[in-house]
């Protein structure tokens, strides 16, 4: 059953917005006066002067990558392939190369030879840590992806990747692996298999 609604009652102040408008801006103006000339304390602004200033970063924040070293300054990736098998974007890219024949890892793990990563096509989300068994890539940099004009500037390789540092200014891993040749390896190698 259809019925009629009344409509309520609207004076002409009502009906022209005149009051709530002069209402708004006397907000708008007390906001302004208080910002520009009123005490420091009294201050309510939610604007910062960037770049001078800068906001922190939650602590979970993803960052940049950044490839993580060993003692010895190389980096801590064993080639496992791991990371771009797990990246959803395809914007790893990793060619794998053997130790030389005197090393001690000769044998038993390999490094990248090439380690690429298209900050361009990468969605941050985070599986390549995750996926990571030897905590060698890491998204812990607190930074983000500096702007650039070119895109050949996105393309981050080896060196650009272990040349940043992580967000309390080292280079190393907050996990770090038991190493051949350190006291702590369990001793498992090619030719000392379990």
């Known amino acids: 059953m259809a019925y009629a609604i009344k409509k309520p009652g609207r004076t002409v102040a009502d009906q022209s917005y005149v009051v ?15 910002n520009t000339i009123g005490p420091a304390e009294n201050r309510k602004t939610a604007t910062i002067r960037y770049p001078e200033e800068s906001r922190d970063y939650p602590e979970r924040f993803r960052g940049v990558h950044r490839l993580t070293h060993r003692a010895d300054g190389s980096p801590r990736c064993v080639a496992c392939l791991c990371c771009s098998t797990a990246c959803p974007a395809q914007c790893i890219y990793i060619e794998p190369a053997e130790y030389e024949a005197d090393d001690p890892r000769h044998g038993y793990e390999r490094y990248p030879r090439v380690f690429v990563i298209d900050e361009l096509r990468c969605i941050f989300c985070g599986f390549c840590v995750e996926a990571c068994p030897c905590d060698a890539i890491r998204m ?20 650009t990747l272990m040349s940043i540092p992580g967000k309390d200014g080292t280079y190393v891993t907050a996990n770090p692996r038991h190493e051949p040749g350190d006291p702590t390896h369990p001793g498992l190698d090619r030719e000392k298999a379990h």
């Open 20 to 34: 709530e408008a002069v209402k708004g801006l006397g907000v708008t103006f007390k906001r302004f006066f208080q």
């Open 140 to 159: 812990d940099t607190g930074t983000h992806v500096p702007a650039s004009w070119k895109r050949e500037h996105f393309i981050f390789d080896k060196e």
